[in-house]
């Protein structure tokens, strides 16, 4: 199920064809979402439909609180409701807030700082309180950056790809220090499957990769495998609020689940320019019709 708003498309599902049941479908629209449970039954539920980019929810909050938090419980409801078996609960590594030095681990506290982080805070809260209250059998998973193929180019590596390959300048906001940590799309894709097999009921995983790197040598580094120069770079004024670093431990998710990120971020960036190079009437049609 997806409302598909912007930044979703169904192009994306091409490959698995035939393979898949499609509901369009707000998860805010109780009465539509109570009608494919009842049709479909499901067993497992992964949630990953969100409000996601931090700029737009500076811009305007009420859709990220909407989707995220109402969304969230009203889906809530419904699952405990039809008696599902699993609730994978797709968080973020953002709600921890920042961090100078060392990691977060999955009890750290919460201190989310943008409005898009609150909305997935308090999403991430509700679905513990529904395992504590209701015994709503959850498991949180609270993934780092990702990147890959496929991602709306708003997020920071396909913009700058996109930019590059237009020989536009690419904004990078202060002086570009902030530290994200990076895990590419088919291993975060993988572990949330063995999560779904495996991950015990009631817990939270961090999902990191270990991979982390300023945005200014992200883009210099984007900017090195496809031969552009660096003056295409603009620094642009400073995010509000801007979270400087994020990083996650991970050592409970290698434990229980004996999990590893595989991809190494310089491959994965070039595997991902290659997509995009080759999808590259996708992505321009995107910025036509925004
Ligand atoms: N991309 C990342 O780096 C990252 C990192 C950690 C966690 N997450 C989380 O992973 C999930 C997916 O992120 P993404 O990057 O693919 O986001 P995205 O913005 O690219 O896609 C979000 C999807 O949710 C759908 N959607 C939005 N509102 C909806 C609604 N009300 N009802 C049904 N569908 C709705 C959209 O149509 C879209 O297909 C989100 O919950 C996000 O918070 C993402």
């Known amino acids: 199920m997806d409302k598909l708003t912007y930044a979703g498309s169904l192009e994306r599902l091409k490959a698995v064809k035939g393979k898949y049941k499609f509901y369009k479908a707000d998860i805010c629209d ?34 990220f609180m909407q989707t995220n938090i109402k969304g969230t419980q ?5 699952c405990r409701e039809a008696g599902i078996e699993k609730f994978i609960h797709i ?14 681990h999955e009890t750290s ?10 909305s997935k805070a308090a999403a991430d809260m509700l679905v513990r309180a529904y395992h504590r209250t209701y015994g709503l059998p959850v498991v949180i998973v ?23 390959l237009k020989n536009e300048k690419i904004p990078v906001y202060g002086k570009g220090l902030n530290v994200r940590e990076w895990l590419f799309v088919s291993d ?26 300023e945005n200014i040598k992200v883009v210099k ?25 994020y990083s996650l ?22 595997k991902t320019i290659k997509w995009y190079i080759s999808h590259r009437e996708w992505m321009l049609n995107i910025h036509r019709i925004k």
């Open 142 to 164: 609270r993934p780092c950056n990702n990147y890959g193929m496929w991602q709306y180019p708003e997020k920071l590596i396909p913009v700058a790809i996109l930019k590059a």
């Open 30 to 63: 109780e009465k539509k979402m109570k009608l494919i449970f009842k049709k479909e039954k499901p067993k497992f539920v992964v949630h990953f439909a969100a409000e996601t980019h931090v700029d737009r929810s500076i811009h305007n909050a009420t859709p």
């Open 249 to 270: 431990n991970t050592r409970k998710i290698e434990k229980e689940i004996s999990w590893k990120a595989k991809e190494k971020f310089v491959s994965g960036l070039k």
């Open 74 to 78: 009203i889906l809530l409801d419904i």
């Open 91 to 104: 968080s973020t590594d953002e709600i921890y807030g920042e961090i100078q030095n060392g990691k977060f």
């Open 188 to 213: 975060c894709a993988e572990v949330l499957h063995q999560i779904l097999e495996n991950g015990k009921v009631g817990e939270i995983y961090n999902i990191g990769s270990g991979d982390e790197k």
């Open 221 to 245: 580094q984007i900017l090195d495998i496809l031969g552009k120069p660096q003056n295409l770079i603009e620094f642009v004024k400073d995010r509000p609020g801007h979270d400087l670093r």
């Open 109 to 118: 506290p919460l201190n989310p700082n943008s409005p898009y982080s609150v």
